[in-house]
């Protein structure tokens, strides 16, 4: 099936291969209900042009060699703009060495080597593919232990990379190394199947658009993790799912909603400054940025756009009115008419209240004049108000320029003034989240240029850290390993923003050659 009439113009080949077991031969494997259902379920969702547009194959109960034959098929041959989805929804088993095996229908449990999928023979497919856009969903038990090859694998990523010109993975699990991922918990024994917790999270999101967390209208990878996330620790607590990204280059598309956005997104709060501003001339230089808006891909921002265009074709300015109006009306807005930046000046007619401009009549005649020939009076003062229609259009032209960069500067000035290098009180607290590789706490107070980083995965990530830049809703700041830091640990930048719910998302951002890994942490704010 091919990607439907919003894809027509994306980058790459949109491919999907789904893996299922439910059925084993071996009796030390139990009968899965929900790996058919999964599939049948994710399959209909990104085969659908109007959502996911993906190519779609799917296998279901297949022995292990024709499921690596498919592996491989599908990972080769690939140009670096291709955007590859793999999804395995069956049993995870781990070896005695705590190798990552995927069960398939002939899988022995004796013979996990020569008759299940392993673990490590995917990553080194996905490594070797020359696509720069894969996307690894596992629903199975202790699906966080793919983990372990890939960072063992660190520095031979980075051989390859330097080879073939940079690799983007992606690995989304269900549960972590020590985890068991869950099926539906409404079925019976005679019952239909349900989707696992995990993927009917992931295909409500995409169906629904829910998981279009900032209403742009597309869903990429980051906000499908962090709806699927919500939603599985909502029924499962105890189920964590994990997020690991290695190179990955700008976002990644998994879906178009297929819903309208009904909410609005919230304007940048330095235009929002501009359009609530008492100056007539730093509203009407919104104008343009609105209209880039309303006519850019990210819909909530073109429906916040379009309102506040609505409310200001409603505004006291005859200027700002004029221009917003021409936005709306699909025109670009058009000069001030006269040097002042307003309107000309209007008089009640004789048409039931409308308003009309007033003509001046080139002379005037003294009251106390006695009758008889009339004498001009003194030269007007709004004689430099040019008397040819050329003159008139070039001034308002000037006039118009010069309103224009007044408020682009008055505007730039203010959205420099939402920058600081101090730590912003919505950052404010103590913050602790887990996922693999151990946990972190990160200090931030209010007002400081400093905070603190602790964990207990290594001491490569204990150590103090710098604000770069602050604003509300996004800060950035450098660690540097601490003191006690063994000595090959690097600094690098991290980045903290806000979440759903009132946590926070930091996101590590290693330097190039550092030892550290890119990966992202949910964190909560303790006390």
């Known amino acids: ?30 009968e899965l209900r ?23 194959r799917t296998l279901l109960n297949e022995p292990a060699h024709v499921v690596n034959e ?18 395995f929804s069956c049993h995870g088993i781990k070896d005695q060495d705590g190798e990552l095996y995927f069960a398939m229908a002939n899988t022995r449990l004796r013979l996990l080597g020569a008759t299940a999928v392993a673990a490590d023979f995917v990553n080194r497919r996905m490594t070797q593919s020359r696509s720069h856009r894969i996307v690894l969903f596992l629903d ?4 966080g232990a793919f983990d372990r090859g890939l960072r063992a694998r660190a520095t031979k990523v980075m051989d390859l990379e330097e080879r073939f010109g940079g690799r983007g993975r992606a690995v989304i699990t269900a549960s972590g190394a020590v985890e068991y991922a869950f099926e539906g918990g409404e079925l019976t024994e005679s019952g239909d199947p349900a989707p696992s917790v995990f993927t009917t999270a992931m295909v409500r999101g995409l169906t629904t658009g829910e998981a279009d967390r900032d209403q742009d209208g597309y869903v990429d990878l980051d906000e499908l993790y962090d709806y699927v996330y919500e939603a599985v620790r909502e029924v499962t607590p105890h189920q964590n799912p994990g997020k690991w990204t290695f190179g990955v280059q700008g976002d990644l598309v998994i879906a178009r909603r297929n819903t309208p956005v009904t909410q ?71 000069a001030p008419p006269n040097a002042t930046g307003t309107a000309p000046p209007t008089e009640p007619t004789n048409t039931g209240g409308a308003t009309g401009p007033i003509r001046r009549p080139p002379t005037a005649t003294t009251p106390a004049h006695p009758p008889g020939p009339t004498t001009p009076t003194t030269p007007s003062r709004r004689r430099w108000w040019p008397g040819t229609i050329r003159g ?64 207990d995965a290594s001491s490569c990530f204990q150590g103090p850290l710098t604000v770069r830049d602050a604003t509300d809703s996004r800060l950035t700041m450098r660690f540097a390993p601490g ?7 690097k600094p690098w930048t991290v980045v903290f923003t806000h979440l759903s719910g009132g946590d926070l998302k930091m996101a590590v951002d290693p330097d190039p050659g550092g030892n550290v890994p890119e990966f992202e942490v949910r964190m909560t704010r303790q006390g």
């Open 1 to 30: 099936m091919t990607g439907g009439p919003w894809l027509e113009s994306a980058r790459g080949r949109r491919s999907a291969l789904i893996v299922a077991s439910n059925e084993y031969q071996d009796p030390g494997l139990s």
């Open 34 to 56: 929900a790996p058919a259902a999964d599939a049948d379920a994710l399959a209909a969702v990104l085969s659908d042009p109007e959502i996911g547009g993906f190519d779609v």
């Open 70 to 87: 498919a592996v491989e098929e599908f990972l080769t041959d690939r140009s670096p703009d291709d955007l590859l989805l793999l999804h």
């Open 140 to 143: 199975c038990c202790y699906a």
């Open 264 to 334: 609005p997104a919230a304007l940048p709060p330095e235009l929002q400054h501009s359009i609530d501003s008492p100056l007539a001339g730093v509203r009407a230089g919104a104008v343009d940025e609105l209209a880039r808006l309303l006519s850019g891909r990210h819909q909530g921002l073109a429906l916040a756009a379009r309102q506040a265009l609505e409310i200001l074709a409603d505004d006291d300015s005859r200027t700002v009115v004029a221009a917003a109006s021409a936005v709306l009306d699909g025109s670009p807005h058009t």
């Open 392 to 455: 008139r259009v070039i001034v308002a032209a000037l006039a118009a320029a010069a309103l224009l960069v007044g408020g682009v500067v008055t505007w730039r000035v203010l959205d420099q003034a939402g920058h600081s290098t101090t730590i912003p009180a919505s950052f404010d607290g103590q913050w602790r989240g887990t996922d693999t590789r151990g946990v972190f706490t990160a200090t931030l107070g209010k007002e400081l240029q400093k905070g603190e980083l602790l964990s």
């Open 483 to 489: 003191p006690a830091a063994d000595p090959g640990c």
